[in-house]
T-cell receptor, first 113, second 112 residues
């Protein structure tokens, strides 16, 4: 019963390096999301995908790209990491109906030096 | 202006106490979620409310749509309830759950 699997758990990057955060869910959900969580702030949406092949920008998309590879997988890419992207990143998935619960991955703690 | 405000920001209680965490919002919503973030960082959904009241074990969540307010109550609190509790609202104009707005969370510590 894996739910939402997110990798890696920790990552340290130097400014300008690139990396991809991976997320996969096994609940057959159409909707998937990437959030970032910063101290003193609520979770903020980076990108979301309502279905395979579609993606939409959230509140803080700058500096990120996403790819909905198939129904299971939704990856987040930092092309040129910046210290402002130091954060904890969460992937989540849900069904589409109003009020369906969100299922979160365990998070990735990213530090950009 | 924050559209979702939680209070208190931090809360320390003794084991067994009754706990209330509040969430106020300033926009029209179609649903409100309560989430729990464990000290290790994982986040789980506790409740979704669009009206009334829900109960699960020692947790009770209520919502008053007219007053734009929700409360999360914990009865007979226990140290394992120590976590950050997050309120999130789904905006009324629909679309996917990409339009959830999250509060900053209430950090609860229950002492034995």
């Amino acid at each position: 019963n894996a739910g939402v699997t997110q990798t890696p758990k920790f990552q340290v990057l130097k400014t300008g390096q690139s990396m991809t955060l991976q997320c996969a869910q096994d609940m057959n959900h159409n909707s998937m999301y990437w959030y970032r969580q910063d101290p003193g702030m609520g979770l903020r949406l980076i990108y979301y995908s309502a279905s395979e092949g579609t993606t939409d920008k959230g509140e803080v998309p700058n500096g990120y790209n996403v790819s909905r590879l198939n129904k299971r997988e939704f990856s987040l890419r930092l092309e040129s990491a910046a210290p402002s992207q130091t954060s904890v990143y969460f992937c989540a998935s849900s069904e589409e109906y109003v009020g369906s619960p969100l299922h979160f991955g365990n998070g990735t703690r990213l530090t950009v030096t | 202006k924050n559209e979702v405000e939680q209070s208190p920001q931090n809360l320390t209680a003794q084991e067994g106490e009754f706990i209330t965490i509040n969430c106020s919002y300033s926009v029209g919503i179609s649903a409100l979620h309560w989430l729990q973030q464990h000290p290790g960082g994982g986040i789980v959904s506790l409740f979704m409310l669009s009206s009334g009241k829900k109960k699960h074990g020692r947790l009770i969540a209520t919502i008053n749509i007219q007053e734009k307010h929700s409360s999360l109550h914990i009865t007979a609190s226990h140290p394992r309830d120590s976590a950050v509790y997050i309120c999130a609202v789904r905006l009324h104009y629909g679309g996917s759950q990409g339009n959830l707005i999250f509060g900053k969370g209430t950090k609860l510590s229950v002492k034995p």
